[in-house]
């Protein structure tokens, strides 16, 4: 049910920028970051991905390495952001890749002018060409982390249900509420994505439990399970539904990017949502197979 994307009868509004973030690492930010936008760009609509982690994760999940013109040439502002722009298998899907010296990047914008607001500048020419920008973050607070919560909408958070899940949840909302204040007034927390859940075991349970209690409807519903073919996917250059369509982990990003399309499309109108869905093989839709 998607409308074409070419023509006038598509309006063309600026995107939504969605900071993929949380300061630890291993919790599925850069599987979720990758899954989403392929999942997003699957469903028809614009969509970018920027690698903002200097461990270049993401942009070798789409066999991506060492690219010429990354990131972070657009953020100490050697090129524009537009000719770090990749293709990938997915027609509605582009990435702008990272690459090692990245790393650099912290440091050297410390003495620059706005140093914070580096990717908002650089990404304000782009944000009209697409419907949806996913920015995968780096595993830390710091400068990098800082200029992607200044240009972003909104902030998903990817928690694993692990004893220590909480932990350190605080200081990142602390730093979204220091955002903004001091840089980005309308930048809210879109939501808690639930990763790397095994139902099967009695503590996961109780923590999703107890996540669920705590944060409500700012929980998605969908949840990403351990999958295998989540982890494998990343080796063959591929997100997992060009991997493996027919698994878990395929399936449920299919879900969870119509669940976050449908809670986008509420804010932005011009988002339309997925009706019956066109997401998943005919398959997708959260009660798809209740039937
Ligand atoms: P982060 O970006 O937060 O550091 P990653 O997305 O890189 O986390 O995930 C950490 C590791 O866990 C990676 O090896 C990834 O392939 C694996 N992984 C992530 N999510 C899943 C999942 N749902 N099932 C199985 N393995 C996963
Ligand atoms: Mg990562």
Redesign the pocket.
Known sequence: MTEPLSGAARRTPSAHVLAVA?QK????????AVNLAASIAASERRTLLVDLDPQA?ASSAFGIHDPEVHVYDALVGAAVLKDAVHSTELPCLQIVPAGPDLVGAEIELVGRDARERRLEHALADLRESYEVVLIDCP?SLGLLTLNALTAADSVLI?LQCEYYALEGLARLTDTVARVRDALNPELAIEAIVL??LDRRNNLARQVEREVRSHFGEQVLENV?????R??EA?SHGKPVLLYDIRSR?ATAYLRLAEELLGRLARKHETLDVPVGSSLGNGEGGRDGHSA
């Open positions: 949380n690492g291993g919790v599925g930010k850069t599987t979720s994760n595993p990817p990763t790397l990403i399970p351990r999958n295998v989540l982890s990343p982990g």
